[in-house]
């Protein structure tokens, strides 16, 4: 762990230097990412992709518009994709955080993810988190720590195994779900709550998310040409606030309570700054990972074909691979 955490709680608790930005709190969606547009945009240069789109199969069931509460009792919304046929066998989870910079997206935007994947035997799960819209950091890690909270309160009735949980991201929910992983033993996001069971997970999927904030790979924070996504949502660029930056990113946490880890990238180096640094301190403590990028992609490449299909198979045999022993 790079950071030490009672430093790392004074920042929560100490005023800060800077003026925080705040303009960001419209209190209102931020409807700018959607799957179609990043479609529109994609398809300028890769005209041959397909813009995947929600369909449920027929051996899927879900319950959509459920709800748990965050840290501050605020109901937010949930959804539970699991196969319709009940399983003998208590079944792994998968909770799946979606991306749009911290800002914009929601949770329809893996809908056909979770289907897929609820279709090879997993129950998944599509939580909403407060955007930088509404609330900055880290009101997003704890929210999302909550529903890890909800998904194993609630294993009876979905038919979940609870020592066969991953969390899964894409973009800014892949740094989350980094970010969930790494501190599945710490209670800095927890209002100090120790009862480390409820938030734990036994794998991370991170689908082109940062690993950290301040790398040489990072363009996050920079504010030289406009307001990044990461100074609306932390209310300070990097310079001003480098250890916030630091406090949000997976590397400064990963270590030998790490859970096996999947990377599947983009060819886009910033979208999954850090990674290589993470990866090695894995290896450090034999943590099985695994790696797989797709040449000459778009950072969205997983809502689209070609790659869509391949990434849920990287997916599937990856957890079932780390869980089969659990």
Known sequence: MRCPIIILLLILLVGQTYAQRIEGLINQPDTSFTNYSAYKSAKKKYSDIILVKDSLPPPVKVERNLSY????????????FYPKKHSKKKLPAIIIIHGGGW???????????????AENGFVCFTPAYRLSTEALFPAAVQDLKSAISWVRTNANRFN??????????????????????TTANNSIFTNGDKDFNKYAVQAIVDIDGILAFIHPESGEGDDSKTI?????WFGYNKKDEPNLYEMASALSYVGSHTPPTLF???????MHAGRNDFVAELNKFGIYNEVHTFPDTPHTFCLFEPWFTPTVNYVTVFLNKVFVSK
């Open 228 to 232: 990044s996504a990461a100074t609306n």
């Open 264 to 270: 599947v990238n983009s060819s886009v180096d910033r």
């Open 103 to 117: 800002r914009s997206g929601n949770r329809t935007q893996h809908y056909p993810l979770a289907e897929r994947l």
């Open 160 to 181: 979940i195994d609870t020592n066969k949980i991953a969390v899964l991201g894409f973009s800014a929910g892949g740094q989350l779900a980094a970010l969930l992983g």
């Open 69 to 80: 509460p965050n840290l501050d009792k605020q109901p937010l919304p949930i959804d539970a």
